[in-house]
Nanobody
Framework: QVQLVESGGGLVQAGGSLRLSCAAS????????VAWFRQAPGKEREIAAA????????YYADSVKGRFTISRDNAKNTVYLQMNSLKPEDTAVYYC?????????????????WGQGTQVTVSS
């Protein structure tokens, strides 16, 4: 069982940066693959980025590639999402999710553990 708590969201101007954190409980967190999903108003939840349990493999949606960086510190049971060059279209609730399942492309149906989400708003 893993419990996830996101933090770091807020309001930022276009071109600015934010760093989201996902803090996890549980001694086995280091064995979970973790992803950041996001959901904009009126849209479906979509993958933003994911990182393997070792931290060696990462995945980015095309829309965030080159601007977002996902990382993890297993000693701190925390996964981060550094978001740079933010755009108004990045506005969404960002969710952290964890799974022990493998994937080629992270599908939200593979992730049984979710945080409550943190709001990111980018103004133009």
């Amino acid at each position: 069982q893993v419990q996830l708590v996101e933090s770091g969201g807020g309001l930022v101007q276009a071109g600015g940066s934010l760093r989201l954190s996902c803090a996890a409980s549980g001694r086995t967190f280091s064995s979970y693959n973790v992803a950041w999903f996001r959901q904009a108003p009126g849209k479906e939840r979509e993958i933003a980025a994911a990182i393997s349990w070792t931290g060696t493999n990462t995945y980015y949606a095309d829309s965030v590639k080159g601007r977002f960086t996902i990382s993890r510190d297993n000693a701190k049971n925390t996964v981060y999402l550094q978001m740079n060059s933010l755009k108004p279209e990045d506005t969404a609730v960002y969710y952290c999710a964890a799974t022990r399942s493998g994937y080629s492309i992270p599908d939200l149906r593979l992730f049984p553990y979710w945080g409550q989400g943190t709001q990111v708003t980018v103004s133009s």
